[in-house]
């Protein structure tokens, strides 16, 4: 969709019709095909049990596909060993060697492939000063912290320099703060070394602040490839717009549909001008997608002649800090959410009967759910 | 100022809740002991106190000292470099004729032919023959007369030696070492020198299970910590399947298997392979094969236990980072269980040298470890003085053994496991 944007240049990595089947019944993977370049950093991303884990683990080759075949700098790959492959890993629980000092663990990579002492000396203080470690590098994993023992397993993984660095869900043991902070470290470090990353996680948030590009999985499908604001934008379904980021759902049927736009019926009455995104036409049942922050609401009694006005009822306001949420009942969504500027949420109580307002083009018809 | 009221205040606070602190831990301590108190007690009747008896019995020295009392003192300041005095044969005179009423006399005998070959005939011809106290001044030609073996300095030296109340000889003679006529220790004539050979035989032995266990339990402990749990249970009630049967009934069962009529030469002479029978028993092949059959799931388990804590994303880590299978196992791997392989080998050892059913059992006369001869000085000879000091060396060697182990791990974990 987005592959003019970038340079075209041969994928380092390509998933040609893989398909993983663990007991021979269900397929994890369902016919995959994806296309990886140089130089990227792409999030896979979905719930548990969608096959993002499986992906990376077949890219690791700890997983053999069922069928298919992946290319790594275009060489079938299906049956090469991991040791081979030439690829650094983040894993989940960091798997740093817990007999081995700091120094050592990040040593290893470099051991292993009998790169000279003095080399794996400088390469070893270079990498351990990159994660700002230089003064632990005698300790023993088991003594560092669960954010330190992060930054030494990512200096394992990219010391060797790899072609290709997979990160399994890395971030998930720590807190929010140093999950945030650590967001960003792991971002430079791939801006700075230009390397290509292959990320795994089920945190929108996270995929949106550090991927150039997130592939959403689903019930082992990829459901969209795009970068983060196409993504956020431009769901091309329900899923991935209730996957990626806040979303007020609203079910109703296609009435008419004019170019881009149509005309949805709310289940609930009333009706309301959308963009036609995922809807195969008139008469089709849809779900319509609605972000929280792109509602306005209307006091009851304003006169207002907007396209898309709803009636509400005001359930609760949540504060939190630099916004606040309104929960309202909107057509029969009792959840319906709109975000406001902190102080707004005071005029409303639970209970008023107001309006919400947003504009069409911020309202997608897609697939019913 | 505002320091000066902080270390007041915190003089003031300190003790109360030092002593506090204390209050509210007795309650749990004492909770505590009363939990192990039951044990406690069991080990120090059952364990402790049978231990200290023994390593006792092994420098105890009193047969002499009772039967003979006035020649232990009249011998109390001889230089030993001449025959002893006039006063020390008369004062043996009259212990032997008392003695001999009492009827303690055998038991002094049978000391003193432990120290000196012999000693009983002469302790016993000499009772026979003194028919009464010798006048004064005639004892030492009286006794000599009646066994010339007292006018040597050899017999004179032995009862001093075994006067007590303690002594080193039987620890001395269990390392296959004795005193000379002269005090000074010196290695024991050849006939009776064969205690270093029985520990180093019971050594060896048990370093030959322990490895045979460690090469066998391996690869089993490894299968055991990473099958799904469904087959890896049925595979642990396979390796735990000797600890239901007696170890009388399995070393039996081997027996039946190796005997020179026995089930593995019937067969391999039924298969053609051979013409003779093999001697797989009464012999070292025997006592190792059953022993490390015995004593298998002693290694198999603390093995299981360490790999099981070994989670597979180190080996998925390792592989990633570019180490080969053998390479990641050997280094990543096999380190992390060396505190399962210390603990499988030192257990397996510990327990192979004390090992004395399964030989007497499965091995020939050379194959007897150094518990046999303690049961048989124990029950057989009742030369408890000499049970008891072998007993003491080999604990003493087991001891030893326990500290080096510790020593070692304690560096394992400095050092790691990899060595630049």
Redesign the interface.
């Known amino acids: 969709m987005e592959a003019g944007m970038v340079t075209p240049a041969p994928a380092l990595v390509r998933f040609s019709g893989i398909q993983k089947t663990y007991d021979g019944e269900h397929l994890v993977v369902k016919n995959l095909d994806l296309d990886i370049k140089k130089g990227e950093f792409i999030t896979l991303l979905g719930p548990s049990g969608s096959g993002k884990t499986t992906t990376l683990m077949m890219l690791?080759?700890?997983e053999v596909p069922t069928q298919g075949e992946i290319y790594l700098a275009e060489r079938p790959i299906k049956n090469m060993?991991?040791?081979k492959?030439?690829?650094?890993?983040v894993?989940?629980?960091y798997?740093?060697?817990?007999?081995?000092?700091i120094e050592?663990n990040v040593a290893?990579?470099l051991s292993?492939?009998k790169v000279s002492k003095a080399e794996t000396q400088a390469r070893v203080k270079a990498a351990l000063r990159m994660i700002k470690m230089e003064a632990l590098a005698q300790r023993?994993p088991g003594q560092l912290s669960g954010g330190q023992q992060q930054r030494v397993a990512l200096a394992?993984?990219l010391v060797?320099n790899p072609q290709l660095v997979?990160m399994d869900e890395p971030l998930g043991a720590l807190d929010k703060r140093l999950r945030e902070q650590m967001q960003l470290e792991i971002k430079q470090l791939h801006e700075t070394m230009g390397i290509t990353v292959v990320y795994v996680t089920h945190d929108q948030s996270e995929a949106l602040t550090m991927s150039d590009r997130i592939a959403v999985f689903n019930d082992g499908i990829v459901q969209q490839i795009d970068r983060p604001d196409a993504l956020y934008e431009h769901p091309v379904n329900s899923f991935v717009a209730n996957f990626v980021g806040e979303n007020n759902v609203l079910a109703g049927t296609v009435e008419t549909i004019e170019k881009d736009y149509c005309r949805v019926a709310l289940a609930a009455g009333g009706s309301v001008m959308a963009r036609a995104v995922n809807v195969s036409g008139a008469g089709a049942s849809t779900s319509l997608s609605v972000r929280p922050e792109r509602i306005a609401i209307i006091p009851d009694g304003t006169s207002s002649d907007g396209p898309n006005r709803l009636p509400a009822k005001v359930q609760n306001t949540i504060y939190l800090g630099d916004h606040a949420l309104a929960v309202l009942d909107v057509a029969g969504n009792a959840e319906f959410m709109v975000k406001l500027q902190p102080g707004v949420h005071d005029s409303l109580r639970p209970g008023d009967n107001v309006f919400v307002t947003f504009g069409p083009k911020d309202c997608l018809a897609l697939d019913p759910v | 100022m505002t320091e000066a009221l902080l270390t007041g205040a915190n003089a003031s606070t300190e003790v109360p809740l030092k002593r506090r602190l204390r209050r509210a831990e007795r309650t749990r301590q004492v909770k505590a002991l009363a939990l192990v108190l039951p044990l406690l007690v069991f080990l120090l009747f059952t364990f402790a106190g049978p231990i200290a008896g023994m390593l006792w019995r092994a420098v105890d020295d009193r047969e002499v000292r009772q039967a003979l009392p006035q020649t232990v003192a009249a011998l109390a300041n001889w230089d030993g470099k001449d025959l002893p005095d006039e006063k020390a044969y008369a004062a043996l005179a009259g212990d032997i004729l008392a003695a001999r009423a009492s009827g303690t006399i055998a038991i002094a005998a049978k000391r003193l032919n432990y120290a000196l070959n012999g000693f009983r005939t002469i302790l016993t011809s000499t009772a026979r023959n003194l028919k009464a106290v010798p006048e004064p001044g005639t004892a030492k030609e009286t006794l000599g007369k009646i066994n010339p073996a007292w006018r040597e300095r050899t017999t004179w030296t032995t009862i001093k030696d075994a006067g007590g109340p303690v002594t080193g000889f039987y620890l001395l003679a269990a390392l296959d070492l004795t005193r000379n006529v002269d005090g000074a220790i010196v290695a024991a004539p050849a006939d009776q020198a064969i205690y270093r050979d029985v520990f180093g035989r019971t050594f060896l032995i048990s370093l030959g299970v322990t490895a045979l266990c460690l090469i066998l339990g391996f690869p089993v402990a490894y299968l055991l910590a990473t099958l799904p749990p469904g087959r890896s249970n049925l595979l642990m009630i396979f390796v735990l399947l000797p600890f239901w049967t007696s170890l009388l009934v399995r070393t039996c069962a081997w027996i039946v298997l190796l005997q020179s009529k026995g089930v593995v030469n019937d067969s391999l002479h039924w298969l053609g392979i051979i013409d003779e029978p093999l001697r797989l028993i009464y012999n070292r092949f025997g006592v190792c094969v059953a022993m490390t059959h015995v004593l298998l799931p002693f290694m198999i388990l603390p093995l299981y236990s360490s790999m099981k804590a070994i989670?597979p994303?180190?080996m998925?880590?390792?592989?990633?980072?570019?180490?080969?299978?053998l390479?990641?196992f050997l280094?990543?791997y096999l380190?992390?269980t060396l505190p399962g392989i210390g603990a499988g080998g030192l257990l397996v050892f510990i327990l192979a040298l004390g090992y004395y059913i399964t030989p007497a059992l499965v091995g020939g006369a050379a194959d007897q470890m150094i518990s046999y001869f303690i049961a048989l000085y124990t029950t057989e000879t009742a030369n408890w003085g000499l049970a008891s000091a072998l007993g003491a060396v080999l604990l003493l060697a087991t001891i030893l053994l326990a500290l080096v182990y510790g020593k070692l791990v304690q560096g394992q974990q400095v050092t790691?496991?990899?060595k630049n």
């Open positions: 690791a080759g700890f060993p991991p040791h492959r030439d690829i650094g890993m894993f989940q629980n798997a740093l060697f817990p007999h081995l000092t050592e290893f990579p292993v492939r023993r394992r993984a060797f997979l | 989670s994303a180190y998925r880590a390792a592989a990633s980072l570019g180490a080969p299978p390479t990641a280094r990543i380190p992390q790691g496991g990899m």
